[in-house]
């Protein structure tokens, strides 16, 4: 019996010296892989751009921005589409690993360096695979609803088609983009309903933002007077006590911002609209 007992507490000190050795490598892997910086193609009045450069400034991720500005169609340029035939920013080469799309290359950079504050990881888990389903509703949401900001605001405004005022061009935009404010607006009011008004609360966490915050943002913040002024944000309270939580929040936030209000300022701006 004594032998049996001993021949187990060998074999267990093996077992979890096995594991530290395992485990070491591992560590060593995972800071080699995290500390190499990656390039990341865009310019940063993008949006989604923006979105990546948030994460990687608030978590020291280290990256190499290498401008292309998809207003000087640098994105239909034959070498940047022999890397990303998509010809769309944000894109970004990781040693050799390439990946366009904005809410795909913030889930990439979640999940290899660990970032279970923004995008909860593990599936061994029912919580954090339910944390995951409601960031990842915003990830996909987003896309169709609140991007109207840029595509069918933003740009044809500065960019109106042939024969079509401002005002004309971006009329329509303006209604699908007030149509998404107002579901984010009685979302959020539900999110903010019995909680304290100094709290901040975010679209799916209440202690800290996520990726389907700095998804979001950009599209939102770009458009208020601070920036290009093109929408009234006064009757979405709830979506301004949001977005006053997300710049205070991110640290990175004026610097990332500032890019935004600098091209602001080149533009003629208009009255802002509801």
Aim: with cysteine.
């Amino acid at each position: 019996m004594f032998g049996t007992c001993r021949r187990g507490l060998i074999l267990k000190a093996i077992r979890n010296r096995s594991f530290n050795v395992v485990g070491s490598a591992q560590n060593e892997f995972r800071r080699q892989i995290q500390s190499k910086a990656f390039d990341l193609y865009g310019f940063p009045l993008s949006q989604p751009t923006r979105s990546i450069l948030f994460l990687c400034d608030e978590n020291t991720i280290p990256y190499n921005l290498i401008s292309v500005d998809a207003r000087k169609l640098e994105t239909r340029k034959p070498d940047f589409l022999q890397l990303f035939p998509v010809g769309l920013v944000p894109a970004i080469n990781d040693d050799g690993f390439r990946v366009t799309e904005g809410a795909a290359i913030l889930q990439y950079l979640c999940e290899k360096h660990q970032l279970s504050s923004w995008y909860p990881l593990g599936f061994d888990k029912l919580e954090a695979i339910q944390a995951r389903a409601k960031i990842n509703f915003w990830l996909h949401w987003h896309h169709s609803n609140l991007r109207h900001s840029t595509r069918t605001i933003l740009v044809p405004y500065h960019y109106p088609p042939k024969g079509l005022t401002k005002e004309e061009a971006i009329s329509k935009g303006v209604k699908d983009y007030g149509r998404a404010m107002k579901y984010v607006e009685n979302y959020l009011k539900q999110r903010h309903e019995n909680v304290d008004p100094n709290k901040r609360i975010f679209l799916c966490s209440d202690d800290t933002p996520t990726i389907a915050d700095l998804l979001v943002l950009p599209e939102i913040d770009q458009l208020n007077s601070e920036a290009f002024n093109l929408y009234d944000y006064s009757p979405y309270p709830n979506v301004l006590r949001w977005l006053n939580a997300c710049q205070t929040s991110l640290k990175s936030y004026d610097q990332n911002f500032s890019f935004v209000k600098k091209e602001a300022k080149v533009w003629t701006g208009m009255p802002a609209r509801k």
